[in-house]
């Protein structure tokens, strides 16, 4: 059952709750001492939140039968009978809680702005896929991927620190934020068929496979060649480095486009790669022009 549970938390996922607040944490320390205890929490407690997520994620799919035998992804632990949908919501809330608490230390630091935040990344961990208007079954996914693990998990992170919005968080944001939106593209892709019986109107079912590869494509493109070059404006040479990944970027894309079905198991693992590459470079970055 451990190994069962482990399964359900998806931690080859939380790569997108983990890189925003890495991102944010190495931009703070070009002109700002980090504040560790502070990473510590917030890096906690986003990754608390995406697994809240994943769980409520198992109960609803289950539920609306998007999860059943014939889905190409890894097994769910809930659709398969692994787990009971009462159990999962027990841990669920569990996780919710967790997250709460443990962020109050934050709210205690940076004020209401950051109660806000949190409550509304665990009120949208919910409605993800869950309520009256799930926004995964509605097509708005890719936005909550964007917003959610790029904007306001990279913005929030660096307010936290420093007590300050700041552009350059937003600009940088948009890193993590389409790679998050092409995992789920990926994974949307590779589920046409099934999510279209469920009822999943995902954007792949709704646009089609080409219209959402194109979009991936794009998002690429914008994310390990564009973002860096707009940092390279601001801060000088060393934030190019990510260009160093463009290779592997055709590479994936590639992938992407000429893989179906099961296949794209592979391109949604090498997305996740290629964003931790680049994350790993534009922390390099960071760390070199600090102050």
């Not at 998990?153 to 600009?171: I, R």
């Not at 469920?198 to 914008?222: C, D, E, N, Q, S």
């Amino acid at each position: 059952m451990i190994g069962v549970w482990v399964q359900a938390l998806r931690p080859k996922t939380l790569v997108a709750s983990i890189a925003p607040v890495v991102l944010a944490t190495a931009l703070v320390g070009i002109d700002h001492a980090i504040h560790w205890s502070t990473f510590a929490l917030t890096l906690l407690c986003a990754m608390l939140i995406q697994i809240a997520s994943n769980f409520i994620n198992e109960i609803e799919d289950a539920r609306r039968g998007a999860d059943t035998a014939a889905r190409l992804g890894p097994q769910r632990a809930v659709a398969a009978g692994l787990i009971s949908a009462r159990a999962m919501h027990v841990a669920s809330v569990g996780v919710i809680l967790a997250a709460f608490f443990l962020g109050l230390p934050l709210v205690a630091r940076a004020g209401w702005e950051v109660l806000a935040i949190g409550v509304l990344c665990l009120t949208m961990s919910w409605m993800y896929t869950g309520g009256p208007f799930p926004l995964a079954y509605k097509g708005l996914g890719d936005l909550f991927a964007f917003l959610f693990f790029g904007v306001i998990a990279v913005v929030g992170a660096f307010y936290v620190q420093t007590m300050h919005w700041d552009a350059e968080a937003l600009l940088l944001s948009c890193m993590p934020g389409l790679f998050a939106a092409n995992i789920l593209g990926v994974n949307n892709i590779r589920d046409i068929e099934t999510d279209a019986v469920a009822g999943k109107r995902t954007m792949a079912v709704r646009l089609g496979a080409t219209p959402a590869r194109i979009i991936y494509t794009v998002f690429t493109v914008i994310a390990v060649v564009v973002v860096p070059f707009a940092f390279f404006q601001l801060r000088g040479a060393w934030f190019l480095l990510p260009w160093c990944a463009i290779p592997i970027g055709v590479w994936v894309v590639q992938g992407v486009w000429r893989s179906t079905g099961t296949a794209l198991n592979r391109s949604l693992a090498l997305t996740a790669l290629l964003y931790m590459i680049c994350m790993i470079l534009t922390v390099v970055a960071c760390a070199i022009t600090a102050r």
